[in-house]
């Protein structure tokens, strides 16, 4: 029986300069948050790619799977509310 010796997973992600977003640059293995920063500074930021890290545990990360994606993402037929069909311009615009 094998044993899993792996430290936990985490994600990293990095925000290049105040006020970008945070993208998410990888993986790492850690034991705790504080090495998750140092393990996560030493591998995605080492050439000063970035301002500031985040790392969050995978196991708090909530993500769809591939067999929900008709039920997430295909549009609501029966919603005719949220396309402008029933808009009228009013006379005289040409831009809204």
Known sequence: ???????AQWEVF???KSGK?????????????KMA????????TRRNEGRS?????TD???ATDR???????????DKTYRTPNFYKMPKGSTNI
Do not use: C, T
């Open 1 to 7: 029986m094998e044993q899993n010796n792996q430290l």
């Open 60 to 62: 708090f990360i909530a």
């Open 21 to 33: 977003p945070y993208e998410h640059a990888g993986s790492i293995h850690a034991s705790d948050k």
């Open 37 to 44: 920063l140092q393990n996560a500074r030493d591998i995605y």
């Open 14 to 16: 990095v925000q290049e």
């Open 67 to 77: 067999d929900d994606e008709a039920e997430f993402f295909d549009p609501a037929e």
């Open 53 to 57: 890290l985040w790392v969050v545990p």
